[in-house]
Every structure is written in structure tokens, then in C-alpha cells.
């Protein structure tokens, strides 16, 4: 008996990409799109069990390599998990189950019900590739999973009910394809430098060339081209409309992952690939990444102050968090760094779950305004309180998940003795402070049109995820040995590997 | 140079055309051409990759000694199938947008978008100032 589940044990990598990987076609067989959300939300939570149990595994700077169909690297595809991976794939799974789970009801005021099946087929396959993407240890790999990904996003997102929700997806089509299609050709030239696509090995095989023309044209290449799929100021140009646009629970779900999971892979490859000393020493990296990281976030938190649609404000602000953890990798210290990889997880929890109540909110409202949302606080009181909660931690006030990571990207920069830039993301913050507290101030204290006076609490399948996310900020503002204490792991693991 | 090298400048050519493309067209479909000519560039780049002069695919059989590398050629498989997919789906969502806007000229479509904005802008005054009007009698 027990030789079973050490069995069961060592394939769990495997088992982790597959259960959301079978279950889409399997979604896809069913007209009927309960019996369907209920398939992909079973899947989507045991994915969580394995990642959780993929974590514990390598909990305390463990790593598992996994041979795919039992050829041995580098030859054969590799599965790498380490602490990293580790994090990532739970921040993929848990929040993608928890939006999983809030679905249902948000699709049903828009959808046909047997259209909904495939709707969670795209679903779950989008998640199925990010997980691919965060796993794999073989650089082609990315590639393939990050197309993937991109085409299920390019679907989820031009199903949004209004029309521009197409436009947006267009747009977001080209410019993820060029991106796509630009760390292909990065992959194209480390294979002709060092005849090998597995990032282990690749990592081994590329310091000899470090003086080679073709290596520089390929970091220039993967840079600009994860920088699109990012969505790194000034490459952010899709991600406003895209956001916006794609139907309610949907942005919840892309907010928290696929963004992230683009870091990760620049992380991965920056860090692993090319090497420190390569990319920041040779390459200057940091020169380009610094202000432009610090620009996108002064201009980012300013844009969205001055939105009046709730979800475009959340989106703008999504582009402004994404240069704290652009920053917090460009600092290049311990701190640095633990605030980047905090930050990706704790940004996630927390744009998920603002994105997740506001698509409650609309759920009842049908719309995203500003002004539709006012006197909101006390029509729905409970979606408004998780609402200002995972508000407040997006802002960093103390004791919740956003502080954290602010504190260590504040402390990162002071290590640095950059005062300036201390004192800007504190500016940025207080930023951050006029745009949560601009909706705060509509939902809570604007008397509420006369046409939503009556609206009620949304239903309990949504809410119970949104406070479910907003207890998780809350609980991460306290314990941190999960987030902050695994990230200062990582990052002295990654500086340490140079 | 010239000729040794020489499916790279064709890369090169059909790269910076299909970005140019892409970049400069306004109108949807032409902006996927634009970006099938861009990845197409990179599928020759692969597969001249692979190539050896005078070399055969893979096969073990006395004769054939000198072999193309064929991992390249593979990934491209794995590639074209990628760019089929996306080529797909831009088509079909320039269909929806043709269904929805009745044109697939971007600078049409956001005119069309602004003109509604302006539109939405100008109601909702016209409902506030009614309503303050109300209040006030």
C-alpha cells in the first residue's frame, strides 16, 4: 500500500499540469455548463492540492527535477520545481480556483448556459499553460505554454460583453504575438550559440559566449519581448483596454496570473539563463530598468487617479504595481529582490480580489462607472468590506499583505542608499492612497442613484471568495514565513547562483 | 557574405517588413498578414539554422553521412502550428469586429469609440443637470 502513494508522490509534477490539461477537453464534451463548471472547479482545487504538496516538498530550499516521459535532461524535457516554481504555481492555482469558483454565477447574467462549457475549457487551459509555462525547464517549452496561454487570454478577453472588449483582445493579439514571437527568436540564437534548449544546461554553456554578438542580440530580443508580455511601462499600451474590457470575473483571474507569470519567466531566464553578471553587469540591464520602472509607476499610480471606471482604475494601477516588482528586481539586492517575489504573490492576492468584489459589485450594478458605484457600501456592505480591505493592503498600510512588500522594496533601495527613489515610491504610495481612496469615497459616502437604491448583497458564490482573499491579505500581513520568508530564500538563492 | 548568408538577409528583409506592416497598417486583417510575413521570418531563421550543406534528413542507412540538424525543424512544426492558431483567431475576431463596428479600418473603429464616449459624456450631463434640476424645484 504505501509503495502506491510514493509513486503517486514522484509524479506529481506531472499530475500537476495534467489535471487542469485533461479536464478542458473533457469541459468541452458537455453542453451542459454546470455539470462543466463543476468538472474544471474540481480540477482546479485538487491542482491546488498538488501545488501545495509540491511546496511542502521543496519547502526550505529543496528541488525536484522530473524526467517527462523518462528521458533524462538535456535531451529530454525537464521539469524543474524549486521554491520559486513553487510559489508561483500556487499563486496560479489557488487564485485561479477561487475565481474558478466565483465563475459560474458571474458568467450566468452573460452567457447562454451551453456556451459556458467552453468558456471553462478556455478557462482551464489557459491555466493548464500557465502552469506548463512556470514548471518546464526547457526553454522552447516557455515558448509553446506562453502561447498558449496567450491564445486562451486573447479568447476569454473577447468575450466581454461590450464591443470594445474585441478591440482590446485585437490589440492585445499583436502585440502578445510580436512578444511571443521575439523570445522565440532569443531562443533561436542561445540555440545556435550552444545547441541546447534546457535551461540547466543552457545556463552552464552560455558564460563562454558572454563577449558573442549573437548573445546580445538575443538578450535584447527576450528583454523587449517579455517586457510586452509583461506589460512593463512603456510596453503596457494593451493591458488598460484589456482589463477593462473582458468580462467581470475573467480580469480577476488575468490580473492575478498572467502577468505574473510573465515575471517569473523574465525572473527565470534574467537570473538563470543569462546570468547576473551578464545581464546587469555586461548588458546594463539595471540602467534600463530603473527608471523606467520608477517613470511607470509615477505615471501609472497618476493615470489612475484620474479614471472615472472603476475597472480601468484598477487596471492603471495594475501597470504601477508591476513597476514595484520591475524596480525591486532592478535593485538587485537581497531586499530587492524578497520585495519583487513577495510582491508578485501579494499583488496577485490582492488585485484578484479587488477585481473579484468589483465584479460583484457589477454583477448587480451592470456597469463598471464610477458614479454607478456610488452609495455601494450600503446597499452590498459585505462585497464593499472585502472591497476596502484588499484596498487598503493595495495602498501598504501596515499589517496587511501590500506593506510587506513595500517595506522590503523601501529597505531595498535605502541598502542601495538611493534616497531619491525611497522617497518616490513613498509619493507613489500616497498615489495609491488618492485613487483607493477616491472609489473608497464614492462607494461609502455618495448617496446612491435612485435606480440601485434596492440592489441587494451579491450572492454568496462570489462573496465568499472575495472575503477569502481578503482574510488571505490580512492573514499575509501577519504571518509572512509563506511569502517574505520563502522570497529572501529565493533571493539570495538567485544572487547567490552569479 | 552575400551568398553564404544568404537566407539570413532574407530574414532579415521579411522580418522588418512584416513588422512595418503590422505597425503601419490600419486595417485589421492587413496587420495579421503583416504579422504571418513577420513570423514566417522567423521560421526560416530556424530552419536555415538547422541546415548543413549537402546534408540529409536523419536516416541510419549506409549512404547517407552527412545529416541536417533536425531538432530545429521540429520546434518549427511545433511554431507554424502556434502561428496557424493565432492567424485563427485574429480572423475570427476581425470577423466579430466587423459585426460590431461594420468596419475593420482601426482609425474608423476608434472614431467610432470616440464618438459614443462623447455621446455617453454628453447624456449623462443632460441626467445630472435634470436631476439637480428636480432636487432644486
Known amino acids: ?498 | 557574405m552575400i551568398v553564404g548568408l544568404f537566407n539570413y538577409w532574407i530574414v532579415i528583409v521579411l522580418m522588418m517588413a512584416g513588422l512595418y506592416i503590422v505597425m503601419s497598417s490600419g486595417h485589421l486583417v492587413k496587420k495579421i498578414i503583416g504579422l504571418n510575413v513577420f513570423q514566417t521570418s522567423v521560421f526560416i531563421f530556424f530552419i536555415s539554422m538547422g541546415a548543413v550543406d549537402g546534408g540529409t534528413a536523419p536516416i541510419l542507412k549506409d549512404g547517407f553521412t552527412v545529416f541536417s540538424n533536425p531538432l530545429p525543424h521540429v520546434l518549427i512544426l511545433t511554431a507554424i502550428v502556434v502561428g496557424v492558431a493565432t492567424t485563427a483567431l485574429g480572423l475570427a475576431i476581425s470577423v466579430r469586429v466587423f459585426e460590431a463596428y461594420g468596419t475593420v479600418e482601426e482609425d474608423e473603429i476608434l472614431a467610432i469609440d470616440r464618438d459614443n464616449r462623447e455621446r455617453e459624456i454628453s447624456v449623462s450631463t443632460v441626467v445630472t443637470e435634470s436631476s439637480q434640476n428636480e432636487r432644486d424645484q
Open chain 1, 1 to 498: 500500500m504505501s509503495q502506491i502513494p510514493s509513486q503517486l508522490v514522484e509524479q506529481l509534477p506531472a499530475i500537476q499540469l495534467l489535471l487542469t490539461l485533461l479536464a478542458a477537453p473533457i469541459c468541452s464534451m458537455f453542453r451542459n455548463g454546470d455539470l462543466s463548471w463543476r468538472i474544471a472547479t474540481v480540477a482546479s482545487w485538487a491542482s491546488v492540492a498538488c501545488a501545495f504538496a509540491l511546496l511542502h516538498q521543496v519547502w526550505g530550499g529543496g528541488s525536484i527535477s522530473y524526467e517527462m516521459g523518462g528521458w533524462p535532461p538535456p535531451w529530454g524535457i525537464e521539469v524543474v520545481i524549486d521554491e520559486l516554481t513553487a510559489i508561483v504555481l500556487l499563486l496560479v492555482t489557488l487564485f485561479g480556483a477561487l475565481v474558478m469558483t466565483a465563475l459560474r454565477e458571474s458568467l450566468s447574467s452573460i452567457m447562454r448556459h451551453q456556451r459556458q462549457s467552453l468558456y471553462y475549457t478556455t478557462f482551464l487551459l489557459c491555466m493548464a499553460s500557465l502552469i506548463g509555462i512556470t514548471i518546464t525547464g526547457d526553454a522552447f517549452n516557455v515558448f509553446v505554454f506562453l502561447e498558449i496561454s496567450s491564445l486562451a487570454t486573447y479568447t476569454l478577453i473577447a468575450r466581454g460583453r461590450d464591443r470594445r472588449a474585441l478591440t482590446a483582445a485585437f490589440r492585445y493579439l499583436i502585440m502578445g504575438t510580436i512578444g511571443a514571437t521575439f523570445i522565440l527568436i532569443a531562443i533561436g540564437f542561445m540555440y545556435m550559440l550552444t545547441g541546447t534548449l534546457n535551461m540547466a544546461d543552457l545556463s552552464e554553456r552560455l558564460p563562454e559566449h558572454y563577449d558573442n554578438k549573437v548573445l546580445h542580440a538575443s538578450f535584447a530580443f527576450f528583454t523587449i519581448g517579455i517586457a510586452l508580455k509583461v506589460a512593463m511601462f512603456p510596453l503596457h499600451y494593451w493591458l488598460p483596454n484589456a482589463y477593462t474590457y473582458s468580462p467581470k470575473a475573467t480580469t480577476a483571474f488575468l490580473a492575478a496570473t498572467a502577468t505574473k507569470v510573465s515575471l517569473y519567466v523574465m525572473i527565470r531566464f534574467i537570473f538563470d539563463v543569462y546570468g547576473v553578471e551578464f545581464a546587469f553587469g555586461q548588458m546594463q540591464l539595471g540602467t534600463l530598468l530603473v527608471p523606467l520602472s520608477i517613470a511607470g509607476i509615477l505615471v501609472a499610480s497618476l493615470t489612475a487617479v484620474f479614471q472615472d471606471d472603476a475597472k480601468r482604475l484598477l487596471a492603471w494601477s495594475s501597470v504601477a504595481q508591476l513597476g514595484y516588482m520591475a524596480l525591486g528586481i532592478a535593485l538587485l539586492n537581497a531586499n530587492g529582490l524578497t520585495s519583487a517575489v513577495t510582491h508578485m504573490f501579494n499583488h496577485a492576492m490582492m488585485k484578484a480580489g479587488l477585481f473579484l468584489a468589483l465584479a460583484t459589485m457589477i454583477y448587480r450594478t451592470q456597469s463598471s462607472s464610477l458614479a454607478s458605484l456610488s452609495g455601494i457600501g450600503r446597499t452590498m456592505p459585505w462585497t464593499t468590506g472585502a472591497f476596502a480591505i484588499l484596498g487598503i493592503g493595495l495602498i501598504g498600510v501596515p499589517f496587511t499583505a501590500g506593506f510587506i512588500s513595500k517595506w522590503y522594496l523601501v529597505s531595498g533601495a535605502l541598502d542601495k542608499d538611493w534616497l531619491p527613489v525611497a522617497v518616490l515610491l513613498i509619493i507613489s504610495s500616497l498615489m495609491a492612497i488618492a485613487y483607493i481612496g477616491k472609489m473608497l469615497d464614492v462607494m461609502y459616502f455618495k448617496p446612491a442613484p435612485s435606480e440601485f437604491a434596492e440592489i441587494k448583497e451579491g450572492p454568496k458564490s462570489m462573496l465568499i471568495p472575495c472575503w477569502i482573499f481578503a482574510l488571505l491579505t490580512l492573514y499575509f500581513g501577519i504571518d509572512t514565513r509563506l511569502t517574505a520568508g520563502l522570497a529572501g530564500r529565493v533571493a539570495s538563492n538567485l544572487l547567490g547562483a552569479s
